[in-house]
């Protein structure tokens, strides 16, 4: 993943359980941003600002009732095996 590039959005409608595992598989901390896009109109709003140590993972629930139909992440650093 290149700093500051979007992967690419992913759909979250239609699933029960909805849950991001975030990897940093480098030296250094990174900051995922989680952005949104709730009327699949190419609009996206950050939903969360998440920080993963080096060489952690963060493992994000999102609530039940998510109503977003698109998720993309970013990062603000290059990171490898998201």
Not at 39 to 65: M, S
Request: glycine share 4%; aromatic share 10%; no cysteine.
């Amino acid at each position: 993943m290149k700093a500051k590039n979007p992967l690419d959005p992913f759909l979250t409608t239609g699933f029960n359980k909805k849950v991001l595992l975030l990897n940093n598989d480098t030296r250094h901390a990174i900051d995922f941003t989680i952005k949104v896009n709730i009327l699949d109109n190419n609009t996206w709003t950050i939903y969360k600002t998440t920080a993963v140590g080096a060489k952690g993972y963060n493992h994000h629930e999102l609530f039940d009732r998510f109503l977003a139909l698109w998720v993309q992440v970013s990062s603000n650093k290059p990171a490898r095996k998201v």
